[in-house]
T-cell receptor, first 110, second 114 residues
Framework: RKEVEQDPGPFNVPEGATVAFNCTYSNSASQSFFWYRQDCRKEPKLLMSVYSSGNEDGRFTAQLNRASQYISLLIRDSKLSDSATYLCVVNKGGGFKTIFGAGTRLFVKA | NAGVTQTPKFQVLKTGQSMTLQCAQDMNHNSMYWYRQDPGMGLRLIYYSASEGTTDKGEVPNGYNVSRLNKREFSLRLESAAPSQTSVYFC?????????????FGQGTRLTVV
């Protein structure tokens, strides 16, 4: 089992749709969680951190479920510009152990 | 503000050739990293430098060497390139050692080994 697993997709959704991605992690000691966005043939960029209490930034909401060891990303009112690959990142803390998921591809169609 | 700058952006090597990928950051970050990204594999850590003067192996270090030249620069060297090293390489930096803060990535180097 991979340490961080994501559904690779692709997710094809129309503009205005709500879409959600999950990411599961295997190390229960993991402490920090992030979502990065990567546009086609570009570098990853931080989208948002994921806090225990959840985190919302405009149309984006990130949640953490420690009991089931997954994090989620919800995108509301999808825009064409949301088309990208979303990378889940998990860090166990206490020493360098940051793992990137393979990413979930999202295509938003007009 | 340039952030993280990598050179070159593209490179084609023949098997057995050597090359150095250059990376520089202007954010005064302590930690720097080299990743490779392959389809379906996600980003895998090759080497990292927690601070100036230190380097450590990551998940996939075989066939690579690194040099933390100073606080700004962190280079990756392929001594004898192999087709298995065909990949996209990203340099990154972060303020904190354990990447608990935002990591900033360079634009990537697309390397093909034939």
């Amino acid at each position: 089992r991979k340490e961080v697993e994501q559904d690779p997709g692709p997710f094809n959704v129309p503009e205005g749709a709500t879409v959600a991605f999950n990411c599961t992690y295997s190390n229960s000691a993991s402490q920090s969680f992030f979502w990065y966005r990567q546009d086609c043939r570009k570098e990853p960029k931080l989208l948002m951190s994921v806090y225990s209490s959840g985190n919302e930034d405009g149309r984006f909401t990130a949640q953490l479920n420690r009991a089931s060891q997954y994090i989620s990303l919800l995108i509301r009112d999808s825009k064409l510009s949301d088309s990208a690959t979303y990378l889940c990142v998990v860090n166990k803390g206490g020493g360098f152990k940051t793992i990137f998921g393979a990413g979930t591809r999202l295509f938003v169609k007009a | 503000n340039a952030g993280v700058t990598q050179t070159p952006k593209f490179q084609v090597l023949k098997t057995g050739q050597s090359m150095t990928l250059q990376c520089a950051q202007d954010m005064n970050h302590n930690s720097m990293y080299w990743y490779r990204q392959d389809p379906g594999m996600g980003l895998r850590l090759i080497y990292y430098s927690a601070s100036e003067g230190t380097t450590d192996k990551g998940e996939v270090p075989n066939g690579y060497n690194v040099s933390r030249l100073n606080k700004r620069e962190f280079s990756l060297r392929l001594e004898s390139a192999a087709p298995s090293q065909t990949s996209v390489y990203f340099c990154a930096s972060s303020e904190q050692y354990d990447m608990n803060t935002e990591a900033f990535f360079g634009q990537g180097t697309r390397l093909t080994v034939v």
